[in-house]
């Protein structure tokens, strides 16, 4: 091989992520079936804090998929910002966008005197 | 080192080709920037589910009361345990994946073969368990009445449990057949019709005076809410569906337009259409991606067989398949939250 390193196995570390995925995984679903109070009736920015924390254990996930089954981890910067900041940044932009437009069209719906629930 | 594999090398300038400047290979860096635009593409999509979701925030469906099935558990109310079975599959198979790309680095035929398999394997489980869900989201449970205003209600007894329409209608004697090709008109068809009409459901509801109606919009226990003289007292719970009052619910039930069972493009009987078609399409699309990834592995899983990667010393393509394969499980971790937690 012509590779500067040599491959190692890294079987360990990836039983390790299964594992932690699978925890994460369900943390998420026992939370989404007891919906505990705390979290299910206070809201943050207009959204209850068990979501928030569904999307924080979401992201986790999605980061260590990222990082240690496609290997992310051991590519050049370069292309790891390349691939990453993109998509961050696209899709935060894309999310803000739509969200915020959304509220509006709600409040224009509730507050016009159009009658939809009948 | 042949076609495929391209390695770094000094001697060559900059835009001379054959130079890595991302420390990739020509085929995984594409395979990375094709996963980028179809995660744009995947975002677009659960985005425009956040915008009408956002739009209809007061009568979205609460994923917890559509996707209650576990095989083999018939009339048990078990939300989320089937999903959650999917996604560690589908985590599982990502699993396999990426320790056939450990082996293969390793040139370990055999491992790599078998890893591949196990793979495949999972992704067709994964398939046939979408496939299940869809089924029993088309076939819905309850049953459902639209409104002429294009809302949907549906019914619940005195303690606010929900009665499925067969418990509900009476039989009338007005058999109506569906109209099709071979018993009419040759040339005019019409889609199946709902086990019970409009006003077998309608005769139903006034010969059970227990029978409330619920409908799509959600109880938020405001002021105005606890004001509201049409709702059921004791019934009304903060982020529950609203439960009418018997005298509210007739008029409801009198404004009947159509009897709604299961979920298709056009109706839903779990509430809002959208929400159907959103999943539909979503799922749908992640479905696909799944199938393609399986129908992938499958050329790749031959091709270690045969050796090819043998020859070529270097099992880069298991590598780049790979790559698209957590992808998809990627995506899946986000549909995931997006259709079924939040």
């Given at each position: 091989m012509s590779h500067a390193h040599e491959h190692v196995s890294n079987t360990s570390r990836i039983w390790k992520v299964f594992i932690l995925l699978s925890i994460v995984t369900i943390i998420e679903v026992a939370l989404g079936i007891v919906r505990p109070e705390f979290l299910f009736m206070n809201n943050f920015l207009s959204m209850n804090l068990l979501n928030w924390v569904f999307i924080i254990l979401t992201l986790y996930k999605a980061y260590y998929i990222v990082w240690a089954f496609m290997h992310?981890?051991?590519?050049k910067s370069s292309l790891r910002w390349a691939v990453v900041a993109t998509v961050i940044f696209l899709v935060l932009y894309l999310v803000f966008i739509l969200l915020v437009e959304a509220d509006y069209v709600y409040e224009v719906f509730k507050n016009s005197t159009i009658k939809w629930n009948f | 080192m042949g076609a495929t594999v391209t390695t770094a090398n000094?001697?060559?300038?900059?835009?001379?080709?054959?130079?890595?400047p991302m420390g990739a290979s020509y085929g995984k860096l594409m395979m990375w920037f094709f996963i980028v635009s179809d995660a744009l593409t995947f975002s677009g999509f659960l985005a425009a589910y956040g915008f009408s979701r956002f739009k209809f925030i007061d009568n979205w469906p609460i994923a917890d009361e559509v996707f209650t099935h576990f095989p083999f558990?018939?009339?048990?109310?078990?939300?989320?345990y089937y999903v959650a079975l999917m996604t560690f599959i589908l985590i599982f198979s990502s699993v396999t994946m990426v320790l056939a790309v450990d082996a293969g680095h390793q040139m370990k035929q055999k491992k790599v073969a078998f890893y591949m398999l196990l793979t495949i394997v999972g992704g067709l489980i994964f398939v046939g368990s979408q496939a299940w869900e869809w089924k029993n989201f088309i076939k819905g449970e309850y049953g459902a009445i639209e409104t002429k205003g294009g809302s949907i209600i549906q019914f619940v007894d005195k303690n606010g449990k929900r009665v499925k329409l067969e418990d509900v209608a009476v039989v009338l004697p007005e058999a109506r057949e569906q109209h099709k090709k071979s018993n009419g008109l040759w040339f005019v068809g019409e889609p199946s019709l709902p086990s019970y009409s409009v006003a077998e459901v309608q005769a139903g509801f006034k010969a059970h005076p227990e029978l409330l109606v619920r409908t799509e919009k959600i109880y938020r226990d405001t002021k105005e809410d606890r004001e509201n003289k049409s709702l059921q007292p004791g019934l009304n719970k903060n982020k529950h569906r609203e439960v009418l009052n018997r005298e509210a619910s007739e008029t409801m039930v009198a404004n009947a337009h159509l009897v709604v069972e299961g979920a298709n493009l056009e109706r839903n009987e779990y509430g809002s259409k959208l929400f159907a078609d959103f999943f539909f399409f979503i799922t749908g699309f992640h479905g696909f991606h799944v199938f393609s990834g399986v129908v992938i592995n499958i050329i790749i899983y031959f091709n270690v067989l045969l050796g090819t990667y043998e020859k070529r010393k270097s099992y880069e393509m298991v590598e780049k398949v790979g790559l698209y394969w957590h992808f998809v499980d990627l995506v899946w971790v986000f549909v995931f939250t997006f259709f079924y937690l939040v």
């Open positions: 992310m981890e051991g590519e | 000094t001697n060559e300038n900059t835009w001379g080709g054959g130079n890595e558990m018939h009339g048990v109310d078990a939300p989320m």
